[in-house]
């Protein structure tokens, strides 16, 4: 059973459709976790209301609404478990999406989340994260070395680059809108990690991966761990986290890469 935690509200309808429509069309099992059980939404922004002139490069583009509208009429969305009553012991796999509405602190700053999490890398099952879902990552801190799960790890996340060029062109709209913490992903994540280039940037060019075309994003895999930067690496993201599951599956021993 595969689990896609998300927060009370905000998260990115890209980062967690795109995915999933992956998996769900692979036949896994999925069910989804709120902090109370109640079904999540994504943030409005990133689903209707758009970003002005700034939409064409901002905005969630239409096949990816389209898998958004799929997955939330999907019968485990509408019946998610609470935090609490997950059971790790019969999760096989976990996939974090992202999300920079304030909204997504819920799922970051969860401490049952973080313990969740700590329990599913002892175990070594598939993760999936991209985003700010590696901020999650990022703040589980094993009890046995009280580092991170990512130390030694090597991941991508959202990049400086990226979050400060959308901050600075909505700024003076949206104000921190962009800006989920004071810190940026890639400070917070780098911090965590067991050397500095552990941090994968991945090209300066940014191109969105498409179905079809899914080399145009970049996905960063170590093991059993798999990590993206943002939505335009989705598709890659989505069906190199298949072909982990069915490594997993057949027995697999992944290398490291990063794609």
């Not at 996939?95 to 049952?112: D, F, M, N, Q, Y």
């Not at 067991?194 to 969105?208: E, I, S, V, Y």
Request: one cysteine or more; a negative charge; hydrophobic letters at 40%.
């Amino acid at each position: 059973m595969i689990l896609i935690p998300l927060p009370a509200y905000g998260f990115d309808p890209t980062e967690a459709a795109v995915p999933w429509w992956y998996v769900y069309k692979a036949g896994h099992r999925i069910v989804f976790a709120t902090p109370d059980g109640m079904p999540s939404h994504a943030d409005p922004r990133l689903v209707n209301e758009g970003f002005g002139l700034w939409s064409p490069f901002l905005m969630t583009r239409t096949d990816s609404l389209e898998k958004y509208r799929e997955m939330v009429s999907d019968h485990a969305f509408q019946h998610p478990l609470s935090y609490d009553d997950v059971n790790t012991k019969q999760i096989t796999a976990v996939l974090i999406p992202g999300g920079h509405e304030k909204g997504v602190k819920t799922l970051l700053e969860s401490a049952r989340m973080q313990q969740i999490m700590v329990e599913l890398f002892d175990r070594d099952v598939p993760v999936g994260a991209v985003c700010h879902g590696v901020v999650l990552l990022a703040r589980s801190r094993s009890p046995k070395t009280g580092r991170s799960v990512l130390f030694g790890r090597k991941t991508a996340a959202l990049t400086n680059f990226m979050e400060l060029s959308a901050w600075w062109m909505t700024r003076w709209s949206l104000g921190d809108y962009y800006r989920t913490y004071p810190i940026t992903v890639q400070d917070e994540v780098a911090a965590s990690l067991a050397k500095p280039d552990d941090f994968q940037n991945g090209p300066f060019w940014l191109r969105r991966d498409t179905e079809s075309k899914p080399e145009r994003g970049f996905v960063v895999r170590d093991g059993n761990y798999l990590s993206a930067r943002w939505p335009g690496d989705c598709h890659h993201f989505g069906q190199a986290y298949v072909q982990l599951l069915a490594e997993q599956l057949s027995g697999g021993d992944p290398d490291k890469q990063s794609v």
